[in-house]
């Protein structure tokens, strides 16, 4: 059974991108605050496709 | 005879803080004459405030850098006119900036509003707080013009080249080379206005909130720059509303902003104003900014240190 990040209320997440400028250069950064419940997690960590779904959900909630 | 007094302890006043500390948010009126101005291109004419909004009328001069366009800075004071000496004690600081002419209409795609500061017309307003604003640059070209206070942190609003939307622009220096470092930038979008939100009475993102706090950083190793120990902001937590007051994220930022590597004796306010971009036409910006210093306390921490930071 895959995980499914979005439907579980224990997950919780905001991001967003924004443009940083300084001595390291000029480059983007996402910025990630991210509440996840350790069995979908552990389960990311183990298994390839969840890991997917799991970066798939991060990408869908940013607010940029 | 009747006496006045309740028998028992003396009740104390106040809400038992600190008489010495500053309390309150100070809007800031660049016109009122206490504010010190730093432009060295004359770039912004026509400085005004009525009804409590700054106006000004912006050139179509460059200054990308963000403290390099118009400056205001002005020292802030405890309530007993006493300096802000942040050496061994943490310091609030919040700001709030706000475009209160910058709006779309209904479509939520056309310039709307006032038009102070027209959408997608490059402008920007940061208001943020610094400790040296002696390094405030000097001159428009060469000599001084690279100038760059040592501690600050700055927060503010950005139009770009986009009709929609705002951005969110943090400015501070924490490079740890050179005489005064280099300027570091950090922007984000703010709400990408769409029918939807014109529908909930969202016209425009265009009101920011900053709070970071000042704290003693102990274990800090010295750099070029950088004393040891130096007092640091870790982090800034900031957050956008929408024309109508309405909250919409808070966001935390890692900012890392050393404090002291000029004084830690005097902290200023300061509000800056300016184009990121020559192209375009002049204009006129209308803005509304308060910021709120406190100090947090005493030195007294249980802990032994200032801002609770060891055992």
Request: aromatic share 8%; charged share 25%; with cysteine.
């Amino acid at each position: 059974m895959p995980i499914d990040p979005g439907s579980d209320s224990r997950n919780r997440l905001r991001a967003h991108t924004s443009e940083e400028s300084s001595e390291l250069g000029s480059y983007e950064l996402v910025t990630i605050e991210c509440d996840i419940a350790k069995d979908t997690f552990d389960a990311a960590l183990a298994s390839a496709d969840d890991a997917l779904v799991l970066v798939q959900w991060l990408e869908s909630k940013r607010t940029d | 005879m009747s006496r006045s007094r309740v028998p028992g302890n003396i009740r104390r006043q106040g809400l038992g803080r600190d008489e010495a500390v500053l309390d309150d948010w100070v809007r800031i009126n660049v016109a009122d004459g206490t504010w010190t101005k730093n432009d060295p291109d004359n770039h912004v004419t026509n400085i005004s405030n009525t009804g409590g909004i700054n106006s000004v009328d912006i050139d179509d001069t460059s200054n990308s850098n963000y403290i390099n366009g118009c400056v205001w800075y002005k020292e802030i004071r405890l309530a007993d006119g006493g300096p802000f000496d942040f050496s061994d004690r943490p310091v609030d600081l919040r700001g709030y900036v706000h475009w209160p002419g910058t709006g779309w209409d209904d479509d939520g795609s056309q310039s709307g509003g006032d038009d102070k500061p027209p959408v997608a017309s490059k402008c920007y307003c940061i208001l943020g707080f610094t400790t040296d604003p002696e390094n405030f640059p000097s001159a428009a070209s060469g000599t001084g013009s690279a100038d760059l206070p040592r501690d600050m942190v700055g927060v503010g609003l950005e139009s770009t080249t986009n009709a929609n939307r705002l951005k969110r622009q943090i400015i501070r220096n924490v490079s740890n080379s050179g005489t005064y470092g280099a300027i570091n930038t950090n922007s984000a979008w703010l709400d990408d206005i769409s029918s939807g939100d014109v529908s909930s009475n969202h016209k425009c993102s265009n009101r920011l909130e900053f709070q970071t706090e000042i704290v003693k950083a102990e274990h800090l190793a010295s750099g070029n720059l950088d004393p040891a120990g130096a007092c640091r902001s870790y982090y800034l937590m900031w957050s956008d509303r929408w024309d109508n007051g309405d909250r919409r994220n808070i966001n935390q930022y890692a900012l890392d902003q050393r404090w002291g590597r000029t004084r830690t004796t005097k902290l200023y306010a300061f509000v800056a104003v300016g184009r990121n971009d020559s192209g375009g036409s002049a204009l006129t910006m209308e803005f509304d900014c308060y910021y709120h210093a406190r100090m947090l306390h005493k030195g007294t921490s249980p802990s032994g240190k200032t801002a609770l930071s060891g055992p």
